[in-house]
């Protein structure tokens, strides 16, 4: 799947900043991802790398996702 290079600012502790990484495109078009762009309805405590990077397309089921899967938001990138 394609990936976009896009900001992301995190915070973990004391640990606070930002990284440039790439980001599924289905990822960033699906109504369920959170605006930390790193979690998501079916992954609230962080979307597994693989369909993260984009190496699995999240329209089909995932162990874990609860039977949340990608829905468009209707909204082009």
């Known amino acids: 799947m394609e990936t976009k290079e896009?900001?992301?600012s995190f915070s973990d502790g004391d640990m606070h900043g930002?990284?440039?990484?790439?980001?599924?495109?289905?990822?960033?078009d699906c109504?369920?991802?959170?605006?930390?762009l790193m979690s998501c309805?079916?992954?609230?405590?962080?979307i597994p790398?693989?369909?993260?990077?984009?190496?699995w397309d999240h329209s089909k089921a995932f162990e874990g996702d609860e039977g949340v899967r990608?829905?468009?938001k209707d909204i082009k990138l």
């Open 31 to 36: 109504k369920h991802l959170y605006s930390n």
């Open 49 to 55: 790398e693989i369909i993260l990077g984009g190496g």
């Open 70 to 72: 990608y829905e468009s």
């Open 41 to 46: 309805a079916a992954f609230p405590d962080g």
């Open 18 to 28: 930002d990284c440039i990484r790439k980001i599924s495109l289905q990822c960033l």
């Open 6 to 8: 896009v900001l992301v």
